[in-house]
């Protein structure tokens, strides 16, 4: 085999121009593949032939299978040392079933003596070495950005497809280059609406269509109204309707379940889960909503509409002018965030055998692996197994401080776990060919030549914009290598490599702890590669200069600091769980635990309150804070909505009836209000309740009340419930704070 150059090894070894989706051709003796290309604006098909596959650890194990497949036998002595090819996947499910009966294994069993991608897109892909897009930009591809409002009982939170009277009332779409259309439900009746938003769709034929919450809402809305009038989603390019099955979503210790759609020939991406992704390493969202999203991003006109969800029916009916206003914005919003939150899928797009849709959901530990395979299939080796699961001690995570800092730095080893792979240079012990680490030194050397080329002057706003989102996928992908390792399901794992790359990292980090102390500075919290500090005090631009270069001089070879934050102010609650004051005055709220859901949204607006005022050296102000809220809370003048919690049903109120009976469930606040209201709710219904009562500890499912019954004629809300919340969370934050306001002379302004 030839040595593979770098390029090859990140973009592929066949380079196909404007390639913007790929699509399975079944054929009765031979299968084919629809290649859909972009050149110049203008979109073509090609066919190619198309050989399913699967890997095998022994090649008797389809001996006796029926058309008898294509056996390549693989170099190399790890398990799956046997690649067996079909001419259609038709052949390939057969070959499945068998191996299946025979073996008693299913192909997701670690144990099973074969294995096989299950995407047909990505095996060709992968064995083809093509990747999408090849020269275009983001800009170059045709989007469809789509957004509905819809109807509800107003007795209910949450509109429900499934109810006969929740109709949609607009479609609203936009390409997000100028041409908008909103779908009315006032000229409209519903099936009209259906039908013309499928005829738009085949006249202006995206790319891609995108929306925000689409997989969880939009799209199933849409599927479950189009059925219930008989009208057929011809929304492929080939005019089949939407493909759809249950999926789940993994981002950082969250699940989210939720139904994936696809389209012929077309690509469908929710913004609502890649912000969710986004989330992960930013952690500035408060909620993960297009307007929240919006806003952080900037995006949000100053003049734009807002209506509550419960009152958009209302305003459908009551004030037309409002309701389009409304859902133009929204639409307009999405059609704004989505470039911002493709920007680094579409990169990792340019690199990895897999559609953009799947580089959307998929996680980090499995785009390594399939540049992996992809150079294992190439070169025609044999594909390790899974080492089984074990434990092993994770990266360095300390609290040193809780309470209020001023004048916090933070400070970011640059790529910790990566640096230190290198500098040890050795690859998993299941990675003969060596792949890993020159994965890993390529994509590094890619990400510093695309940060430069990011910041010449000379490129344009767009080609400049692609280099660094380049640059900041290839950060993603490359501090991702040292979690790869540690996976279970990783076919290169290898827990001894990663029990000693984390164990240097703890040295690391504590030596910087260490250095932090002698030079005068006062560690605050450590999580896995990065150190919010205070400073001595006193240093001037100067002297902090001085401070910095000290401090990085201690470090091992190959190992890079950079300070990365200043911040006015800190206050740390707990582990991963603080505020940061940033230097416009904008507070930030890091960690779930000042995010929580599980706070009444009275709860969160006084908890962001204190920490304002904490934050910017206004506590004084808190005493007086805190009984303002009481007096409204005992007074009963907030809002039914501050006090109510929202919870979604996963299940009808009668299965869960029946589980509680049965014993598995214990009583839950939202399922008893459902059964009590004597409303028909269904799974998938938002159930918003208050409580009840005029004492502070009260079984909550027994004085839980449906918002939406709420009467502020006679209020029953429980006063003492709430207050004694209320109180519960001012105390846990005054703990924090000791009394004494003003530290020593010679310690740095922590307190």
Same mark, same amino acid.
């Given at each position: 085999?030839?040595?593979?150059?770098?390029?090859?090894?990140?973009?592929?070894?066949? %380079? *196909?121009?404007?390639?913007? +989706?790929? #699509?399975?051709?079944? =054929?009765?003796?031979?299968?084919?593949?629809?290649?859909?290309?972009?050149?110049?604006?203008?979109?073509?098909?090609?066919?190619?032939?198309?050989?399913?596959?699967?890997?095998?650890?022994?090649?008797?194990?389809?001996?006796?299978?029926?058309?008898? %497949? *294509?056996?390549?036998?693989? +170099?190399? #002595?790890?398990?799956? =040392?046997?690649l067996a090819r079909f001419p259609t996947w038709a052949a390939l499910e057969r070959a499945l079933g068998h191996l299946r009966k025979t073996t008693g294994r299913t192909p997701s069993d670690p144990g099973a003596p074969y294995f096989v991608l299950r995407d047909p897109v990505q095996q060709f892909l992968l064995d083809t070495g093509r990747t999408s897009f090849g020269e275009l930009l983001l800009p170059d591809l045709k989007f469809l950005f789509l957004d509905i409002?819809?109807?509800?009982?107003?007795?209910?939170?949450?509109?429900?497809?499934?109810?006969?009277?929740?109709?949609?009332?607009?479609?609203?779409?936009?390409d997000g280059q100028g041409w908008e259309q909103i779908l009315d439900g006032h000229a409209?009746?519903?099936?009209a609406l259906l039908k013309k938003f499928v005829e738009i769709v085949r006249q202006r034929d995206p790319?891609?269509?995108?929306?925000?919450?689409?997989?969880?809402?939009?799209?199933?809305?849409?599927?479950?109204?189009?059925?219930?009038?008989?009208?057929?989603?011809?929304?492929?390019?080939?005019?089949?309707?939407?493909?759809?099955?249950?999926?789940?979503?993994?981002?950082?210790?969250?699940?989210?379940?939720?139904?994936?759609?696809?389209?012929?020939?077309?690509?469908?991406?929710?913004?609502?889960?890649?912000a969710l992704a986004y989330d992960v390493s930013h952690r500035a969202l408060e909620t993960h909503t297009l307007k929240t999203v919006a806003k952080h991003f900037g995006v949000a006109a100053p003049n734009r509409t807002y209506i509550e969800g419960r009152q958009i029916a209302a305003t459908y009916r009551d004030d037309p002018g409002a309701f389009l206003r409304y859902a133009a914005d929204d639409i307009r919003e999405t059609a704004a965030i989505a470039p911002i939150l493709l920007n680094a899928p579409f990169a990792q797009s340019l690199i990895l055998p897999l559609p953009l849709e799947t580089v959307c959901l998929r996680g980090n530990a499995g785009k390594i692996e399939s540049l992996l395979l992809r150079e294992y299939l190439r070169a025609r080796h044999s594909v390790p197994?899974?080492?089984?699961?074990?434990?092993?001690?994770?990266?360095?995570?300390?609290?040193?401080?809780?309470?209020?800092?001023?004048?916090?730095?933070?400070?970011?080893?640059?790529?910790?776990?990566?640096?230190?792979?290198?500098?040890e240079g050795r690859n998993p012990r299941n990675d003969p060919l060596g792949i890993f680490l020159q994965l890993l030194a390529h994509l590094r050397d890619f990400r510093i030549d695309a940060k430069q080329r990011a910041q010449d002057p000379a490129l344009s706003p767009a080609a400049a914009g692609r280099w660094d989102a380049l640059q900041a996928t290839f950060k993603i992908l490359i501090n991702s290598f040292y979690g790869y390792l540690g996976f279970p399901q990783a076919r290169f794992n290898d827990y001894d490599l990663a029990a000693g790359v984390t164990e240097q990292g703890r040295d690391i980090l504590r030596g910087m702890v260490a250095k932090l102390r002698e030079l005068g500075a006062q560690p605050i919290e450590i999580d896995t590669d990065g150190i919010y500090f205070t400073p001595p005090t006193g240093l001037d631009e100067q002297a902090l200069a001085r401070f910095q270069k000290e401090f990085r001089g201690h470090l091992p070879a190959g190992i890079e600091v950079e300070f990365d934050g200043h911040f006015p102010a800190m206050f740390s609650y707990k582990m991963k769980n603080y505020a940061l004051l940033e230097?416009?005055?904008?507070?930030?709220?890091?960690?779930?635990?000042?995010?929580?859901?599980?706070?009444?949204?009275?709860?969160?607006?006084?908890?962001?309150?204190?920490?304002?005022?904490?934050?910017?050296?206004?506590?004084?102000?808190i005493p007086a804070m805190v009984a303002r809220r009481r007096a409204e809370v005992a007074a009963r003048k907030l809002p039914i909505a501050a006090l109510a919690k929202t919870e979604m049903l996963t299940d009808s109120p009668a299965t869960y009836q029946r589980k509680r009976e049965a014993g598995g469930k214990s009583r839950q606040p939202a399922y008893e209000v459902a059964l009590a209201s004597g409303r028909e709710f269904q799974a998938g219904d938002a159930v918003a309740y208050y409580v009840a009562g005029?004492?502070?500890?009260?079984?909550?499912?027994?004085?839980?009340?449906?918002?939406a019954a709420f009467d502020p004629a006679h209020r029953d809300e429980n006063v003492a419930f709430y207050l004694a919340k209320l109180d519960a969370l001012a105390k846990k934050l005054d703990a924090r704070v000791p009394e004494t306001a003003e530290p020593a002379d010679d310690q740095p302004t922590l307190f």
């Open positions: 085999m030839k040595p593979i150059t770098r390029d090859e090894l990140v973009y592929g070894f066949t %380079p *196909e121009p404007g390639l913007v +989706a790929v #699509e399975h051709a079944p =054929r009765e003796t031979a299968d084919a593949m629809t290649l859909f290309l972009r050149r110049d604006g203008q979109l073509s098909t090609r066919e190619e032939p198309f050989s399913p596959f699967l890997w095998l650890t022994k090649a008797d194990s389809l001996a006796d299978f029926e058309p008898a %497949p *294509e056996i390549v036998r693989l +170099a190399g #002595e790890n398990p799956f =040392r046997v409002e819809t109807d509800c009982d107003p007795a209910r939170e949450f509109s429900n497809a499934d109810r006969g009277e929740d109709r949609i009332l607009a479609i609203a779409l936009s409209l009746e519903e099936k790319d891609v269509v995108a929306g925000h919450n689409l997989f969880k809402f939009d799209l199933p809305y849409i599927q479950t109204r189009a059925r219930r009038h008989r009208v057929p989603l011809a929304l492929g390019r080939d005019g089949s309707p939407p493909e759809s099955y249950a999926s789940r979503f993994s981002v950082a210790e969250r699940t989210v379940a939720y139904t994936r759609y696809h389209l012929f020939g077309r690509q469908v991406v929710d913004t609502y889960l890649l197994a899974p080492e089984p699961p074990r434990s092993f001690e994770g990266g360095y995570t300390d609290l040193f401080f809780e309470g209020l800092a001023r004048d916090v730095h933070h400070c970011d080893v640059r790529s910790l776990y990566p640096s230190i792979l290198l500098r230097d416009d005055g904008t507070v930030i709220l890091k960690g779930a635990a000042l995010k929580s859901r599980g706070l009444e949204p009275y709860q969160r607006d006084f908890l962001r309150e204190w920490l304002t005022l904490t934050l910017h050296g206004r506590a004084e102000e005029d004492k502070k500890n009260v079984p909550v499912h027994a004085h839980a009340k449906l918002a």
